[in-house]
């Protein structure tokens, strides 16, 4: 490389890609293929070495975390023992990537949608959240995989999709004219390449529901919380166990998901089913309804009496 060459390199943007699936998950590989084909980014990954879906914000406290080289063309990267939330923090540390700090945190691109109150279990949106914290712009990405309808190219044109609005958060970024308190949960709608458009959205309430089955499979071949498994073909790949002695085994299986029919046509489901790219700004803290506020002080005054008469 020479002089000219490796000036402009070191002045790129630099994005940071992580995800739950894990480094070989195809969402991860697309999106960092199209990054280093745009020719105006350094890109590095940091991502968890064997799949973390659904870990939520997890993170290793006390072991040590592995990392390991992973050819990637084009890119820098690290397979790492840990979390989702693990892998954003020690990518922006500056410790992994010799003192470099990404401009912009790249989270997925997750198989399953994570609209509602999957955010909460996500550890896609955890990767971008972490980043979050610590003052980076982030951007945790999303597509809709169904069983039976989807394909794993649906996963590179989302990786296509989503890249425009990559683009201008870079650029708003490199203005200074970015926000600060908040960062971005970006679905892409089952059919991806005939998707109606970005739009902003809000956070509803949508879930799968889970409930229990006992079961004498080790792993269970099953949904997730989010979608099918893409390599389940009936229980070819589970483990026939004999518990031990008063052990029981159960698994976890979907039994309905929430309806949108309440919720408007401004929420990230809602408007996903309707074949849009939702963008939903998020932020880190939990707030309750402020109706609930008055109820709570009241409940608190009437404990304060009791309080003061057991000291």
């Known amino acids: 490389m020479d002089s000219t060459a490796a000036a402009a390199a070191a002045q790129a943007p630099v994005l940071l890609v992580t995800n739950d ?17 745009a020719r105006r980014y350094r890109v590095l990954v940091c991502a968890p070495d064997t799949d973390k879906s659904g870990v939520s914000h997890c993170i290793t406290w006390r072991p040590a975390l592995r990392c390991k080289r992973v050819d990637i063309s084009g890119a820098t990267a690290f397979g790492v023992s840990g979390t989702p939330a693990d892998c954003a923090s020690l990518g922006i540390s500056g410790k992994l990537f010799d003192g470099v700090v990404p401009d912009l945190v790249l989270s997925g691109i997750n198989i399953g949608n994570n609209c509602g109150y999957h955010v909460i279990y996500s550890g896609t949106v955890a990767g971008a959240r972490e980043a979050f ?46 926000p600060q308190g908040s960062f971005l949960n970006v679905d892409v709608p089952t059919d991806a390449a005939h998707h109606k458009g970005y739009k902003i959205t809000k956070q509803g309430k949508y879930m799968a529901r889970i409930s229990w089955e006992q079961t004498v499979y080790k792993k269970p071949a099953v949904e997730s919380y989010q ?21 029981l085994l159960f698994k976890r299986v979907i039994v309905g998901r929430s309806s949108d029919e309440v919720e408007g046509d401004d929420m990230d489901h809602k408007s996903l089913v309707d074949g849009y790219i939702t963008v939903t700004p998020l932020g880190a803290l939990s707030r309750t309804d402020p109706d609930a506020i008055p109820y709570f002080k009241a409940c608190v005054s009437r404990l304060m009496p009791c309080f003061f008469a057991i000291i």
């Open 21 to 37: 699936d894990g480094i070989d998950a195809p969402g991860l590989r697309f999106l960092v293929d199209q990054l280093v084909a």
């Open 133 to 178: 914290l610590y003052g980076i712009p982030a951007i945790a990405m999303s597509y809709d995989w169904v069983a039976g309808q989807s394909s794993v190219n649906d996963l590179k044109v989302s990786a296509e999709v989503c890249t425009p609005l990559i683009n201008t958060i870079v650029t708003e970024i490199k203005n200074g004219t970015y």
């Open 227 to 247: 979608t099918a498994n893409m390599d389940v073909d009936g229980e070819k790949d589970s483990e026939l166990v004999t518990p031990a002695d008063n052990d």
